[in-house]
């Protein structure tokens, strides 16, 4: 099954503050220039950053299956052997991760690895989790 990212109203405004303000300062930037051709430049670039943010806010999310945890986060990808995974804990850690939320499960696996994830809903994921066969607490 798949399940999507939690996404925390924080973090989706200051992505939504961030695009914004990035294309606001663009433009002007640019008209300010004087140069003609600036905007074929910029209005692209800003394109390219912003689809580029928003894939990966709208496309993160975990699937079960397979004996794999498979994350997906906009064109990034990780294969977790679920037969690999040795604890999962609850965290707030800010690192950047694959999770949309800072309420998150921090899922250690192989030889020292861990990933951030914040799948909702979450008691059901760790509820397929734990029957596969992963040790959940």
Partial sequence: MTYRSAV?????S???VSLTSTLVILV?????S?????????LPTFALVAGGTIWITFATSYTVGDGLLLVRSGPFR?????DQITRITTSRSVQSAPALSLD???????????ILISPTPRHAFL???GEAGVPVN
């Fill in 78 to 82: 990780w294969r977790v052997p679920l």
């Fill in 14 to 16: 200051i992505i939504g």
């Fill in 34 to 42: 004087g140069t003609p051709g600036v905007m074929v430049v910029v």
């Fill in 28 to 32: 002007y930037a640019a008209l300010q």
């Fill in 127 to 129: 509820q397929e989790l």
């Fill in 8 to 12: 925390d109203a924080s973090i989706a």
């Fill in 104 to 114: 998150r499960l921090d899922v250690a696996y192989g030889a020292g690895r861990h």
